[in-house]
T-cell receptor
């Protein structure tokens, strides 16, 4: 059974810092991996999707990498801003035609002005 | 852009009552999903529908039923609500196995 772990559960940084969020998964036979952002009391917003054949994806100040063989992904946020404060969730979609997205429990990020 | 919409936003039920959560998407996606989010448990898949006319169980389907009414709409029904079903429910849609788009959620309390 696929398990997704995100460490740390919470992170507090000063504004302007570059930071890395970590995601690990137990079964490397994945189809894709997605990073989401969730603001308090809101739904999830998809940030980046990395196909299993890709190594990384970039969107603005966000860069996500994927190392399928080691079961790891990182989300790099450059020059963090208070508006980046949110919970970041990692989710993997398994191979073999599965449509079941398995989520980690998230990292709650606080960026202090 | 409406994207994925859910109704109601909030609901309080008594144990044993029934209700249906509604979800609609305007992106012409084939796949639709229902998740629940609980503190400490993360998001868990309840049911999904890969195309109009098909539904499949996810990780936590017990106590729920679903209907894929048409390509746009996917409803989740609680026939006899229990306190353990107190949660935040999210609907999502995607084109096949691509990026998933989420609705704003329904906060359900069962007393």
């Amino acid at each position: 059974k696929q398990e997704v772990t995100q460490i740390p559960a919470a992170l507090s940084v000063p504004e302007g810092e570059n930071l890395v969020l970590n995601c690990s998964f137990t079964d490397s036979a994945i189809y894709n991996l997605q990073w989401f952002r969730q603001d308090p009391g809101k739904g999830l917003t998809s940030l980046l999707l990395i196909q299993s054949s890709q190594r990384e994806q970039t969107s603005g100040r966000l860069n996500a990498s994927l190392d399928k063989s080691s079961g790891r992904s990182t989300l790099y946020i450059a020059a963090s801003q208070p508006g980046d404060s949110a919970t970041y969730l990692c989710a993997v979609l398994g191979g073999g035609g599965s449509e079941k997205l398995v989520f980690g429990k998230g990292t709650k990020l606080t960026v202090n002005p | 852009n409406a994207g994925v919409t859910q109704t109601p936003k909030f609901q309080v039920l008594k144990t044993g009552q029934s209700m249906t959560l509604q979800c609609a998407q305007d992106m012409n996606h084939n796949s639709m999903y229902w998740y629940r989010q609980d503190p400490g448990m993360g998001l868990r898949l309840i049911y999904y529908s890969a195309s109009e006319g098909t539904t499949d169980k996810g990780e936590v389907p017990n106590g729920y039923n679903v209907s894929r009414l048409n390509k746009r709409e996917f409803s989740l029904r609680l026939e006899s609500a229990a306190p353990s079903q107190t949660s935040v429910y999210f609907c999502a849609s995607s084109e096949g196995r691509g990026r998933q788009y989420f609705g704003p959620g329904t906060r359900l309390t069962v007393t």
